[in-house]
């Protein structure tokens, strides 16, 4: 009998960001409420906003998901001070325990004044850092590598020269990451040498910047798409206007794949690569690669959907529903007794029996990390009759963790890391398993080497340095 651990068969991003910076007052609260709420893929552990006029700052911040934490109450409150400037993020813990003391912003008192930090990533050094400022008399308040780098700033700060203490920061730190940055009269964005982490710049029709992890958001509150935030690049956004400072020109793109095959949102555009249409080829390349006969193509909710109607799109064969998520599962869902652990799939996705009974199905799925969801999916759709199911994920084998943002399982835990293809076609029971190859999901992607893959093939673009005893 197969065992399989109780967990999550997705990679979880960290976290997603979002600022705005306004020559006059504007109900940026609320503006940033919005953006959140569609950042919310991205992170529903702990959410927060800070505003500031030129004076003042105000902040909220609580564990939980955007709606959960914020009401019109506490966005009246925030909007009392009539903000000009202000940041919000929402949380997915990759780093740090999930206490509210860890839910970004983080906010800072200076040489300048306050300074607040937004951040996306993961910093693969932060310890290092850690330990030396420490050694240096810095307290640390948090858990969350984004303390380094804020304390890095600080440090920094011999003059009142911000920009300079921030690339003297980013010289220091090695890792992925998106960072917003507040001070009272100015919003600053800045993503990593290699762009491994998205940020994009957009306008509103008022003529307020606006800075977001994903294009969607700025959608979302009626602003226009500039364009992305270059790799190595910092842009200053002041009264004065937008300034760009590129701190680093040496090193090769390389946006990490797994954007364009689950954590976007596929209305985003990232890098030039709208997400919809790369995972609908997607599902093209996989009918080239994997030319199955069947009588129905269906998706695992919701994650395989556009790769699934690439698949019929290119094969003819018709798309269908054969599973119905459960869509009012809370984020405190009380997890099944173990008697009843088996049975808790059909608690998120059910097999639509009188769409499945005597058909052979393709099921596409965006990845397969554990082998878990998959496993359970096949038994349930053959118990709810299905005669043949076939499984495709529409990325290649994931062989190995990421270190880079993503909370990804030890490697022991990758169902590819450990098995050969015949070996995981048994444990999750399909009658037949296939991957697309790395090469044609690059394809997918705009087809130039410019991504992040070590989570296929091992290739990192940053060394993990090892912790001095």
Known sequence: MV????????????????????????????????????????GQEGVGIIVANGKTVDQYKDVGSVGEVFNRDILNDLNKIKPTIGIGHV?????????VENVQPLLTNTRIGSIATAHNGNLINAELIRNDLERQGSNFYTSVDSESIIKLISKNLATNDLI????????????????????????????????????????????????????CALDVIGATFIRDVKKGEIVVI??????????????????????YVYFARPDSTIDGVNCYLSRIEQGKKLYEQHPLAADMIICAPDSGEHAALGYAQASGIPYGVGLIKNRYIARTFIKPTQELRERSVYIKLNPLKINVKDKSIVLIDDSIVRGTTSHHLIKALKNAGAKKVY???????????????????????????????????????????G?????????????????????FDGKYPIRKPSLKK
């Open 391 to 433: 499984l495709l994920s529409a990325s290649p084998m994931i062989k190995w963790p990421c270190f880079l943002g993503v909370d990804t399982p030890n490697r022991n835990q990758l169902i590819a890391a450990k098995h050969s293809l015949p070996a995981m076609t048994r444990m999750i029971g399909c009658d037949y398993l």
């Open 164 to 215: 300079s203490a921030i690339k003297k920061a980013v010289s220091v730190i090695k890792g992925s990451y998106s960072l917003l940055i507040m001070v009272k009269d100015k919003l600053i964005g800045l993503r990593d040498p290699y762009g491994i982490r998205p940020l994009c710049l957009g306008k509103l029709p008022s003529g307020a910047y606006v800075l977001s992890s994903e294009s």
């Open 91 to 99: 949380r997915y813990s990759t780093a740090g325990s999930k206490g």
């Open 435 to 455: 991957f697309l190859s790395l090469s044609n999901l690059v394809k997918c992607c705009g087809g130039t080497a410019k991504f992040c893959s070590g989570c």
């Open 3 to 42: 065992k399989f651990l109780n967990q999550s068969d997705k990679l979880k991003e960290a976290c997603g960001i979002f600022g705005i910076f306004s020559k006059r007052a504007i109900e940026i609260p609320s503006l940033i409420y919005y953006g959140l709420f569609s950042l919310q893929h991205r």
């Open 238 to 259: 002041s009264k004065d206007g937008i300034k760009s400072v590129l701190y680093n020109k040496t090193q090769p793109q390389r946006t990490c794949l797994f954007e």
